[in-house]
T-cell receptor, first 115, second 113 residues
Framework: AQSVTQPDIHITVSEGASLELRCNYS??????LFWYVQSPGQGLQLLLK??????LVQGIKGFEAEFKRSQSSFNLRKPSVHWSDAAEYFC?????????????FGQGTELSVKP | KAGVTQTPRYLIKTRGQQVTLSCSPI?????VSWYQQTPGQGLQFLFE???????NKGNFPGRFSGRQFSNSRSEMNVSTLELGDSALYLC????????????FGPGTRLTVT
């Protein structure tokens, strides 16, 4: 069955430090890949997406993600974290065969930022 | 362009009642999906509608139903509410035919007492 794993439930980084959030997926083919961010009490905001082509994708708010087919991973990175980046981050897969627009989400990684 | 809107934002219901949640997609978007978010189960897909037709359905009991209108607005209904239905219900819309790139609304927080 298709699944998405975010191994880190909670990560704390200092403001200005770099960030990497991990995401691994299980699917027979290459799915479409997404990262979303959710602030408390809010909906999900799309940070970036990968459909095909260049494996390094740029998103909003200075985030980027790299797709590695051999590792079935799509890790999210940011070179310098700001206090406003504190939120929960979700990795998702879509474009699954015969499943329309359905997205499967990981369990999320909560990011805390130390001043 | 206005984003996805959901009404109401908060709702408190009693066990056994039914509830209807509404979602207005981004203008021009024809695909609407619904998700349930709980601390224990995370984000789970409920169903997807495209051009008034249910295109896909998640693994939820028949108490959960939905529909889409000709203007792409969508409603979901939960009958015979249970305590475990307390959750944040998120609606997402997509302008792509296959509904892959989805934009989410703020959600409706449902509390069942």
């Amino acid at each position: 069955a298709q699944s998405v794993t975010q191994p880190d439930i909670h990560i704390t980084v200092s403001e200005g430090a770099s960030l990497e959030l991990r995401c691994n997926y299980s699917y027979g083919a290459t799915p479409y890949l997404f990262w979303y961010v959710q602030s408390p009490g809010q909906g999900l905001q799309l940070l970036l997406k990968y459909f095909s082509g260049d494996t390094l994708v740029q998103g909003i708010k200075g985030f980027e993600a790299e797709f590695k087919r051999s590792q079935s991973s799509f890790n999210l990175r940011k070179p310098s974290v700001h206090w406003s980046d504190a939120a929960e981050y979700f990795c998702a897969v879509g474009g699954l065969y015969n499943q329309g627009g359905k997205l499967i989400f990981g369990q999320g990684t909560e990011l805390s930022v130390k001043p | 362009k206005a984003g996805v809107t959901q009404t109401p934002r908060y709702l408190i219901k009693t066990r056994g009642q039914q509830v209807t949640l509404s979602c207005s997609p981004i203008s021009g978007h024809r695909s609407v999906s619904w998700y349930q978010q709980t601390p224990g189960q995370g984000l789970q897909f409920l169903f997807e509608y495209f051009s008034e037709t249910q295109r896909n359905k998640g693994n939820f009991p028949g108490r959960f139903s939905g529909r889409q209108f000709s203007n792409s607005r969508s409603e979901m209904n939960v009958s015979t509410l249970e305590l475990g239905d307390s959750a944040l219900y998120l609606c997402a819309s997509s302008g792509r035919d296959r509904g892959y790139e989805q934009y989410f609304g703020p959600g409706t927080r449902l509390t069942v007492t």
